[in-house]
């Protein structure tokens, strides 16, 4: 890393400087945009460390904020490309991010951005200190798109990290923790105190990193379909998983010879299949 690339700037993530920045820029918390400032600089750097972020590395950031993560993964070395929502910032992080190089502020919505168009064809990762309302749309969104994306590491809700990692016949097993499963290799890297915020949100959050598979972890005919049995399935969990897929608008006899075919029993819920399971299902559904 070049010595253009560092800044003179104060750490973001300290207290005082953020409500520094805060008071400076007349901002709040929008609770609206799920906004909570990170001011704890030994998160920020766990959040580095976690993305093996890197001078090499394009990093593509969702929600920057005030620059408080973004400064940690410039610090890096790495290029990053931040993409943030509220109007409101991209001024704010034009100062607090002033000197940094190898950072690119894009204001936009994430989930309507083009993003190949933004990050090209070369391999990329993705950090974020996702608001955890729309955390499992942007994820999917990324995700469902194959990408070139080799890492995703986010800050989520630990209840959203503990499904996303859930394993079949767990209560908190669903539709997530198989389509995260099936793209990723998902992990709990470490846990986030509430104090480590301004304001301190009411939920305990955690850093989930998800290695992206180079091929998805089961193989199957038609991913369409894989999805649309996966939705059915959980879509009314306390049900068998003959009375689920029927109640999703599949035929009874095409329900039957497939559960048949794959030598699955008709009386199972859904939240005990595994990915080969539901792969083998699909597959077996697939005209």
């Known amino acids: 890393m070049t010595d253009t690339t560092k800044?003179?700037?104060?750490?973001?993530?300290d207290p005082q400087v953020t409500r520094h920045i805060m008071k400076a820029f007349n901002l709040r918390a929008a609770k609206?945009?799920?906004?909570?400032f990170l001011v704890d600089a030994g998160i920020v750097q766990g959040i580095v460390e976690a993305a093996e972020a890197g001078p090499g590395d394009r990093i593509l950031e969702i929600g920057p904020g005030?620059?408080?993560?973004?400064?940690g993964l410039a610090e890096s070395g790495?290029?990053?490309?931040?993409v943030e929502l509220d109007k409101k910032l991209p001024a704010v992080l034009a100062e607090t991010l002033a000197g940094y190089d190898n950072v690119t502020i894009v204001p936009g919505d994430i989930l309507k951005v083009n993003i190949p168009e933004l990050m090209g064809s070369q391999p990329f990762k993705v950090a974020a200190n996702l608001p955890y309302y729309i955390t499992t749309p942007i994820l999917m969104a990324l995700l469902e798109q194959h990408l070139p994306i080799t890492l995703l590491v986010t800050m989520v809700q630990k209840e959203v990290a503990l499904r996303?990692?859930?394993q079949p016949g767990s209560r908190i097993y669903g539709a997530?923790?198989?389509a995260v499963q099936y793209y990723t290799r998902p992990q709990i890297a470490f846990d986030v105190p509430p104090r480590s915020f301004i304001p301190a949100p009411e939920v305990d959050s955690v850093v989930i990193?998800?290695?992206?598979?180079?091929?998805?972890?089961?193989?199957?005919?038609?991913?369409?379909?894989?999805?649309?049995?996966?939705k059915?399935?959980?879509?009314?969990?306390?049900?068998?998983?003959?009375?689920?897929?029927k109640g999703a608008g599949f035929q009874a006899e095409q329900i039957a010879a497939a559960l048949e075919k794959c030598g699955l029993d008709s009386k199972r819920r859904g939240e005990t299949f595994s990915l080969e399971e539901f792969a083998s299902l699909a597959d077996a559904l697939t005209v």
Not at 32 to 36: A, P, S
């Open 66 to 71: 005030i620059g408080t993560l973004t400064q």
């Open 164 to 166: 996303m990692t859930a």
């Open 232 to 245: 059915a399935a959980f879509g009314q969990r306390r049900k068998t998983i003959a009375n689920a897929m």
């Open 7 to 13: 800044s003179t700037q104060p750490v973001i993530a």
């Open 78 to 82: 790495a290029e990053v490309t931040a």
């Open 32 to 36: 609206k945009l799920g906004q909570n």
């Open 209 to 230: 990193v998800c290695r992206v598979r180079e091929k998805p972890a089961v193989e199957v005919k038609s991913e369409k379909m894989f999805f649309r049995v996966v």
């Open 176 to 178: 997530l923790s198989v």
